[in-house]
């Protein structure tokens, strides 16, 4: 019989065992054949291996990619990320309800073009102290050009990659007017 070692990367992982009932029954260029088959073997059982490491990557890329669809998505608040140009990269469903647009018709548009130059000149300071690297919160009236005005309270983070280069910002605001209107309400029965 005949052991042949079935490596990757330099590594044994396995053998390929030949049997036989005869002693020597293989001549010299047969086993170099052998040997050259097992690597082909070894090469075609790595290849297996690495591709199936690969689809079960994509799968729980996949998997977080919805599940982190379904968080923004349940958020009753808008959530979006912005890329250093001022464009939506990802935005929730809530963009939706405030601004009639579909998420997929947000992605690529700036900021400008959304919310109305109002609401941008309101805005604009405060994403582009973020855009420098400072987490802003802010409460603010916005006068949006879709869906009306609105009383929000805004939460500004940058996003760095592990360099410290921004690569974005992400944006939750949530819609306070209901509040600021009892506030207002109480604040007149005060007076």
């Not at 070692?5 to 030949?18: D, E, K």
């Not at 102290?129 to 802003?136: D, F």
């Not at 919160?137 to 005005?149: A, F, I, R």
Request: proline content about 4%; hydrophobic content about 40%.
């Amino acid at each position: 019989s005949v052991v042949l070692p079935l490596m990757a990367n330099g590594r044994v992982f396995g053998a390929l065992n030949i049997y036989s009932s005869e002693i020597d029954p293989f001549s010299k260029d047969e086993i170099n054949m052998l040997n050259e088959l097992a690597g082909d073997f070894a090469y075609g059982i790595s290849s297996i291996r690495l591709r199936a490491a690969h689809l079960k990557a994509e799968d729980q890329v996949r998997d977080r990619e919805q599940e982190l669809r379904l968080v923004m998505n349940t958020v009753p608040a808008l959530i979006s990320y912005i890329d250093l140009e001022f464009r939506y990269r990802r935005v929730n469903a809530c963009y939706e309800h405030w601004f009639g647009l579909m998420p997929q018709d947000m992605e690529g548009r700036h900021i400008r073009d959304v919310i109305g130059d109002a609401a941008w000149q309101v805005a604009r300071p405060r994403l582009e102290r973020a855009m420098s690297g400072e987490t802003v919160t802010y409460e603010e009236h916005m006068p949006y050009l879709m869906g009306g005005s609105r009383w929000v309270w805004t939460t500004i983070v940058p996003d760095c990659d592990t360099t410290g280069r921004m690569r974005g910002i992400v944006a939750l605001v949530t819609d306070i007017t209901e509040r600021k209107q009892a506030e207002e309400k109480i604040q007149q029965l005060l007076n």
